[in-house]
């Protein structure tokens, strides 16, 4: 079965309890079973990743080179300056989907800045829960060569 795995940076363990009105009421708990769900109906199996340390998500993402098929990512504030990350990222030799909940383009002008983004296969934004949805779904398509 193909692997999908889910990778969540700093603070988003906060979810449902940081900034509601910037990332709604959804607990990341609440997030990981809609994806749960969502990866059933795709036909693949999901496993999730939180820290907030990045050298701990550097690992996990070396991790996936050979045990998914698929990454879908919200490195969180890591997103706008972490070049370990996108390098992890870049040597990936699957497919990475880079979500964010809220539209970091309406947001703090730094927030539109992201260096992972070049080394993605897509990114996903403003769309709350749905980004993360998306995101799988969009995954799943890339490593499946179908999108």
């Known amino acids: ?44 199996a999901v496993s999730f990743f939180q820290s ?34 996108r390098d992890a990222i870049a040597s990936l030799p699957v497919p990475v989907v880079e979500v ?3 539209n970091v383009f309406a947001r703090e ?3 539109s800045v992201s260096v992972i983004s070049p080394v993605c296969a897509g990114t996903i934004s403003g769309l709350g829960v749905d980004s993360y949805l998306l995101g799988l779904s969009a995954a799943v398509r890339l490593s499946r060569g179908s999108l």
């Not at 979810?15 to 990332?23: C, M």
């Not at 907030?52 to 504030?77: C, P, R, S, Y």
């Open 1 to 44: 079965m193909e692997r999908v795995l889910v990778v969540n940076g700093p603070n988003l363990n906060l979810l449902g309890r940081r900034e509601p009105e910037v990332y709604g009421a959804s607990t990341l708990e609440e997030i990981e079973a809609a994806l749960t769900s969502r990866a059933e109906e795709l036909g693949v």
């Open 52 to 85: 907030n340390h990045e050298g701990a998500i550097v690992d996990a993402l070396q991790g996936a080179a050979g045990d998914a098929e698929a990454v879908v990512l919200n490195a969180g504030a890591l997103t706008h300056y972490s070049l370990a990350v």
């Open 109 to 111: 002008s730094f927030r």
């Open 100 to 102: 964010h909940m809220s």
